[in-house]
């Protein structure tokens, strides 16, 4: 079962792809995001 893209005037959610995982990396790698995200994921 595919998911839906969810979108309104101000925003896009799209589900996690592949093309997605370069940002994900950086995002999981700044310590300022991961305070408001916990601890590191495994």
């Not at 979108?7 to 700044?30: M, T």
Request: no cysteine; proline share 10%; charged share 30%.
């Amino acid at each position: 079962m595919s998911q839906a893209t969810l979108h309104s005037a101000r925003i896009r959610l799209v589900p996690l792809a592949d093309e997605h995982l370069e940002h994900e990396v950086e995002l999981d790698a700044d310590p300022e995001v991961m305070r408001y995200l916990g601890p590191p994921r495994t």
